[in-house]
């Protein structure tokens, strides 16, 4: 039988290839479009996850701060370019509170693991005098300071631009890491932008008491009283806590506000552990009851310490109900601190420290608004507030 060929027979004999054309060129554009994708993705995914955050130029860092960083990252190259053990993996953004402080990422070549280089810059008031002498004994001190609850300062070195610290690089970050569950790397003016989460109970126990302990034995190897407790300087490591930034009093650098004596500052501590936010100021009875409710044993620590008609010593902390039973597992195979004989030039180092004047807190915030805010009044009235301040003082240092 004959097809019979027609005008529609002719239609339909053009119009199917014409439909598989198009079909082919669409789908020759999705495949192009979803390669494009894939490979700009790629490109775009960080080599480590600790990379390098980008300096944006426009509004969030003005030129004179990608100036300074970019000095800095030369004088750190060129530094480590000479160094037969360190090698320069990564310049970190601002992960900490000090914007004068810079963090790097290096490879120790001996050990072949990752370290972090801290770049630290020396006040005009800084109580030490930088030299080799000077970096022998400080890093002598740091290595009789080896404990489970101290994280260790590996190497320093004094540059001409501050002093550099190495030490271990933990990937847990800092206890306010684990508070507001943000990434050790993270900027820190968007780190801490919302309320944190309080920890279990337990965790605050153990945390507490292992942060007690350090503070103990810093004490007990005549280190000078530590006015820069806070949550940014206790690392977390393997779930324990080690006590950091014991550099910030040998520099002279000024504390994070509020500055308070070791107690105080604990206290300030365990609230922001147990509840999820720093205290601007001492609390009153009733916060604490607002906000403790479920927590007896902590309110009960925190008025021995905010409510108390004196500061308790480290000791009578300990006793409290809420740190009894915790066992300290780390100290174990820990040598006594009785067979420990401090050497002569580092008892000398940290009797310069010891009675050095402690800086004034200053915010990020003040480091640019204090200049601004001096006028001649208060220069007038600034030999009243030394008297003031030199009154404070004295009263602290009866207390302790």
């Not at 360190?86 to 790097?104: C, P, Q, V």
């Not at 072949?112 to 001190?141: F, H, K, M, N, Y």
Request: aromatic fraction near 8%.
């Amino acid at each position: 039988m004959k097809v019979p060929h027609g005008h529609g027979t002719n239609i339909n004999n053009v119009s199917h290839p014409w439909i598989a054309t198009v079909c082919v060129v669409l789908g020759i554009g999705i495949f192009a479009v979803a390669a494009f994708w894939i490979k700009k993705c790629k490109s775009n995914s960080p080599k480590h996850e600790y990379s390098a955050l980008r300096v944006d130029s426009g509004s969030e860092k003005n030129k004179y701060e990608k100036e300074v960083r970019d000095g800095v990252f030369a004088s750190c190259s060129q530094y480590l370019a000479n160094s037969n053990r360190y090698e320069l993996r990564t310049h970190l953004g601002n992960i900490g509170s000090r914007a004068d402080k810079h963090w790097f990422v290096v490879q120790d070549k001996n050990l072949g693991a990752e370290r972090l280089l801290t770049l630290v810059p020396l006040p005009t008031v800084c109580p030490i005098q930088p030299s080799t002498l000077t970096r022998d004994t400080v890093l002598s001190l740091f290595r009789s300071l080896q404990h489970p609850y101290i994280h260790p300062v590996l190497d320093i070195e004094f540059w001409d631009t501050g002093a550099a610290l190495v030490s271990p690089l933990n990937p847990s970050g800092s206890l306010r890491d684990i508070i507001y569950g943000c990434t050790w790397h993270e900027e820190y003016d968007r780190k801490y932008t919302t309320k944190g989460e309080g920890l279990p109970l337990r965790q605050v126990q153990c945390l507490g008491r292992q942060i007690l302990e350090a503070l103990l034995f810093l004490r007990n190897r005549h280190f000078p009283p530590f006015h820069h407790l806070h949550s940014g300087n206790i690392i977390i490591q393997n779930g324990v806590a080690r006590l950091a930034g014991l550099e910030n009093p040998l520099f002279g650098l000024a504390p994070k506000p509020p500055s308070a004596p070791e107690t105080l500052a604990f206290g300030y501590l365990l609230y922001e552990m147990t509840v999820g936010y720093e205290l601007p100021a001492p609390p009153s009875a009733a916060h604490l009851e607002l906000e403790l409710e479920r927590a007896p044993r902590v309110a009960s620590v925190l008025s021995l310490i905010f409510q108390g008609s004196r500061l308790p010593t480290i000791e009578e902390i300990l006793c409290c109900d809420l740190f009894r039973g915790v066992e300290l597992r780390e100290l174990r195979g820990a040598s006594g601190a009785q067979s420990f004989t401090t050497p002569s030039d580092v008892l000398e180092l940290l009797d310069i420290v010891k009675y050095a004047a402690v800086p004034s807190p200053i915010r990020r915030s003040d480091v640019v608004l204090v200049m601004e805010r001096r006028k001649l009044e208060d220069i007038i009235e600034e030999d009243d507030g030394f008297e003031e301040c030199e009154s404070v003082t004295i009263e602290m240092n009866n207390m302790r």
